[in-house]
């Protein structure tokens, strides 16, 4: 049975720092592609940040700079450190596993807010 499942939201101050992590179980999680989405409130889920089998990352351009996506294979966990936080970056986040079809996580919150 496939899960990922999130950890690490909750309430941050502008400016401040969060790691989320995501932890994988029920599939070869070193032969799957991670990526992070979030969905604020209102709006579409967006792409945010996403690391291959090898680890090359990419990230969305509102996030470049200041989030970091990484993965520990060894412990089938996906992290995504968030740094200099903004409002903008209250959403829901998302874990996701690509491979031969996706799965998902069920989401933790993150409010930016002072």
């Known amino acids: 049975q496939v899960q990922l499942v999130e950890s690490g939201g909750g309430l941050v101050q502008p400016g401040g720092s969060l790691r989320l992590s995501c932890a994988a179980s029920?599939?070869?999680?070193?032969?799957?592609?991670m990526a992070w989405h979030r969905q604020a409130p209102g709006s579409q889920r967006e792409w945010v940040a996403g690391?291959?089998?090898?680890?090359?990352?990419g990230y969305a351009d509102s996030v470049k700079g200041r989030f970091t996506i990484s993965r520990d294979n060894a412990e089938n966990t996906v992290y995504l450190q968030m740094n200099n936080v903004k409002p903008v970056d209250t959403a829901v986040y998302y874990c996701?596993?690509?491979?031969?079809?996706?799965?998902w996580g069920q989401g933790t919150q993150v409010t930016v807010s002072s």
């Open positions: 996701v596993a690509r491979g031969t079809r996706d799965y």
């Open positions: 029920g599939f070869t999680f070193s032969t799957y592609a």
């Open positions: 690391i291959s089998r090898g680890g090359n990352t």
